[in-house]
Every structure is written in C-alpha cells, then in structure tokens.
Nanobody, 119 residues
Framework: QVQLVESGGGSVQAGGSLRPSCAAS????????LGWFRQAPGKEREGVAA??????YYAGPVKGRFTISQDNAKNTVYLQMNSLKPEDTAMYYC??????????????WGQGTQVTVSS
C-alpha cells in the first residue's frame, strides 16, 4: 500500500531555507522512485524534484537551489530548499513515480505541506 506523509513546511522570508520531509511506508520506499511536486493557487501541480535508481531530477526553476535526498534507514525523502523566492510559495507534495518518471506520479497524494515565502 502506498503511504506518504509530508511535513516540515513553513513560512520564511525570501532568501531563507526550509527542509520538508516525506515519510514513506516501507513498501512505497522500496518499490518506487519518489518525487516532490508543488501546486500554487490557481496553477497546475508541477514536478519539482525526484530521486531514485541512483539518479536525481530537478525542474529548471529550482535547479541549483533545491536538493533532494533520501535516508534509507528512515524511508524518508527530504527536499532542502535554499535561496527561497516568493514564487516558490505553494503546497508541496511527495508522490511515488511510475517508472521513475516525474511526469507519471501515482494518483495518490498526501495532505501536503505548505511553504510560504514572503518578500
């Protein structure tokens, strides 16, 4: 069963940092690559970063600022977000990926974690 729980968002000023976490069930963590997605009000959900199979992926707007990592002992994926900008404000979700493809998330979404960046 796919289980994902996001936490660790918050409110920061521009230029600040946050590190949300995604705790996965053992089944989910061992069976899928995992990715971070975000959705801002009035916008479509977009893939931000992904990890698995020894590889990582970053969307253009976050490349060089965000780092995705994983802790195998905790079945947890992290998203270190540095140099945050107001346009990073969104609800952030993690998802299991079909074929490690960030464009193919499983249709299972947790509650997400809110990230708000003020100017």
């Amino acid at each position: 069963q796919v289980q994902l729980v996001e936490s660790g968002g918050g409110s920061v000023q521009a230029g600040g940092s946050l590190r949300p976490s995604c705790a996965a069930s053992a089944y989910t963590y061992s069976s899928y690559c995992l990715g971070w997605f975000r959705q801002a009000p009035g916008k479509e959900r977009e893939g931000v970063a992904a990890i698995g199979g020894g590889s990582t992926y970053y969307a253009g707007p976050v490349k060089g600022r965000f780092t995705i990592s994983q802790d195998n002992a905790k079945n947890t994926v992290y998203l270190q977000m540095n140099s945050l900008k107001p346009e990073d404000t969104a609800m952030y979700y993690c998802a299991a990926l079909i074929g490690c493809d960030v464009s193919r998330p499983l249709n299972y979404w947790g509650q997400g974690t809110q990230v708000t960046v003020s100017s």
